[in-house]
């Protein structure tokens, strides 16, 4: 199976900071990635699908870039509602794996 | 609208099975793959398994491998997990999902709300 890493495990951020979350995949993916948002006792929502495209809805200051093992999800502006816990989550093959999680707190 | 809505969880003890039912509606059932992804209480999400649209493809993660079997009714647009020789790690919130396409893995695009199991003496 395809193991997913992400980093940081965690991070706190002030509104209005610009937000990296990175995710590394143990082989070469393509494009094939989406991320996630979760807030709690909620289900997780898709933000971006096939590495860098924006789902319907979501606000254009989530961005996300890379292929092949390396991408990266990027915030450009935090607010407040966006404070969560993002996963990645790889659909290039079964089984489909998700990355470990990043929370972003408040400062 | 795409809605799917779970059903089927409770307390079991272990060594015992129990049916989950995910119930889809605002989109063409048969068109889409699906997926039953699990997270245990404070923990990250984990894939369980995955059925495509015609049902003839099935999948499932090493952990539940054996154990588990995932299944789907055109007729009802409903979407199964049969699961068996419960463990404690078992214990956590099913979702159903919606993959976006219909046979090879494809981003999953909807989820569920989710049913709790809990698998405990």
């Known amino acids: 199976a395809i193991q997913m890493t992400q980093s940081p495990s965690s991070l706190s951020a002030s509104v209005g900071d610009r937000v990296t979350i990175t995710c590394r995949a143990s082989?070469?993916?393509?494009?094939?990635l989406g991320w996630y948002q979760q807030k709690p006792g909620k289900a997780p929502k898709l933000l971006i699908y096939?590495?860098?495209s924006l789902h319907s809805g979501v606000p254009s200051r989530f961005s996300g870039s890379g292929s092949g093992t390396d991408f990266t999800l990027t915030i450009s502006s935090l607010q407040p509602e966006d404070f969560a816990t993002y996963y990645c989550?790889?659909?290039?093959?079964?089984?489909?794996?998700f990355g470990p999680g990043t929370k972003v707190d408040i400062k | 609208e795409v809605q799917l809505l779970e059903s089927g969880g409770g307390l079991v003890q272990p060594g015992g099975s129990l049916r989950l039912s995910c119930a889809a509606s605002g989109f063409t059932f048969s068109s889409s793959a699906m997926s039953w992804v699990r997270q245990a209480p404070g923990k990250g999400l984990e894939w369980v398994s995955g059925i495509s649209g015609g049902g003839d493809s099935t999948y499932y993660a090493d952990s539940v491998k054996g154990r588990f079997s995932i299944s789907r009714d055109h007729s009802t647009n409903t979407l199964y997990l049969q699961m068996n020789t419960l463990r404690a790690d078992d214990t956590a919130l099913y979702y159903c999902a919606r993959e976006a396409g219909y046979s090879s893995a494809d981003k999953i695009d909807y989820w569920g709300q989710g049913t709790l199991v809990t698998v405990s003496s």
């Open positions: 096939d590495a860098s």
């Open positions: 082989q070469g993916i393509r494009n094939d």
């Open positions: 989550l790889q659909d290039y093959s079964y089984p489909l794996t």
